[in-house]
């Protein structure tokens, strides 16, 4: 990828080089049945207030983008109704009596338009905004999610979601690997067990940001506002 002009923003394990053009904000699985109580993620005995905590923040930064006219894409881990994008070996893992498919709290379990399988009203996506149906953890497998990315020119990811040692690890790897520079906002990702969260920050930060940084929504934020609200920015839609 081409070298561009960058400010650097407070991060570890130094500062993150937010780029002129290029930005986007990848909002991983904020969908209904890992967020709300009754949902899938709760059924299975996880505390989901846990990932709630982060809702606040994801949607400060969605805003923000909003505002500057940044990019943002959404992921939502689902499958085809009939499964067959569904490996049995990802279906019959574990000993939950709640398998992928079966019928659940909000309807059938991570299958694509059942209703648990939405984006919580707080980070629902506006007309325009992408959504990529993922069959996977990475948001890169079998989607269309590095089409969009090529198409718009970006180079920067800053990432959210849950949960962070899986699907938003998982995506940050596979990015990183696409040689996309990616930032992942501390106090904007979630996993039902904190010392997972802990060990993955310590994991993507290490040797000299060997998947890439971390900061934080607020450090994020004043940056945002500092880099592009004065700059003149083309609609991305």
Same mark, same amino acid.
């Given at each position: 990828?081409?070298?561009?002009?960058?400010?650097?923003?407070?991060?570890?394990?130094?500062?993150?080089?937010?780029?002129?053009?290029? /930005?986007?904000? /990848? @909002? @991983?699985?904020?969908?209904?049945? &890992?967020? +709300?109580?009754?949902?899938?993620?709760?059924?299975?005995?996880?505390?989901?207030?846990?990932?709630?905590?982060?809702?606040?923040?994801?949607?400060?930064?969605?805003?923000?983008?909003?505002?500057?006219? /940044?990019?943002?894409?959404?992921?939502? *881990?689902? =499958?085809l109704p009939d499964l067959s994008d569904c490996p049995s070996s990802k279906r019959d893992r574990g000993t939950s009596a709640l398998k992928i498919g079966d019928p659940g709290p909000m309807g059938r379990i991570l299958v694509l338009g059942e209703p648990g399988n939405g984006i919580i009203p707080e980070l629902a996506p506006l007309p325009g905004e992408v959504v990529i149906p993922k069959p996977g953890k990475g948001?890169?497998?079998? #989607?269309?999610? +590095? =089409? =969009?990315?090529?198409?718009?020119?970006?180079? =920067?990811?800053?990432?959210?979601?849950? #949960? %962070?040692?899986?699907?938003?690890? #998982?995506?940050?790897?596979?990015?990183?690997?696409?040689?996309?520079?990616?930032? /992942?906002? *501390?106090?904007? %990702?979630?996993?039902? &067990?904190? *010392? &997972?969260?802990?060990? %993955?920050?310590?994991?993507?930060?290490?040797?000299?940001? @060997?998947?890439?940084?971390?900061?934080? %929504? *607020?450090?994020?934020?004043?940056?945002?506002?500092?880099?592009?609200?004065?700059?003149?920015?083309?609609?991305?839609?």
């Amino acid at each position: 990828m081409p070298t561009m002009p960058t400010t650097p923003l407070p991060a570890q394990p130094y500062p993150y080089p937010l780029p002129a053009t290029g /930005l986007a904000l /990848l @909002i @991983i699985d904020m969908q209904r049945d &890992f967020i +709300e109580p009754g949902g899938f993620g709760d059924a299975l005995g996880n505390d989901v207030s846990l990932l709630r905590a982060i809702i606040s923040n994801v949607k400060a930064l969605q805003e923000a983008f909003r505002r500057y006219n /940044l990019p943002i894409f959404q992921t939502v *881990e689902g =499958h085809l109704p009939d499964l067959s994008d569904c490996p049995s070996s990802k279906r019959d893992r574990g000993t939950s009596a709640l398998k992928i498919g079966d019928p659940g709290p909000m309807g059938r379990i991570l299958v694509l338009g059942e209703p648990g399988n939405g984006i919580i009203p707080e980070l629902a996506p506006l007309p325009g905004e992408v959504v990529i149906p993922k069959p996977g953890k990475g948001a890169f497998f079998a #989607t269309d999610l +590095e =089409h =969009h990315l090529i198409k718009q020119g970006i180079t =920067h990811l800053v990432i959210t979601g849950v #949960t %962070t040692e899986v699907c938003v690890q #998982t995506t940050m790897r596979e990015a990183n690997d696409r040689g996309y520079e990616c930032l /992942l906002v *501390e106090d904007a %990702t979630e996993s039902y &067990f904190p *010392e &997972f969260k802990r060990a %993955t920050l310590e994991m993507v930060r290490a040797q000299g940001g @060997i998947v890439g940084w971390t900061s934080c %929504t *607020e450090t994020l934020l004043q940056a945002l506002a500092q880099h592009y609200a004065a700059q003149p920015l083309e609609p991305y839609l």
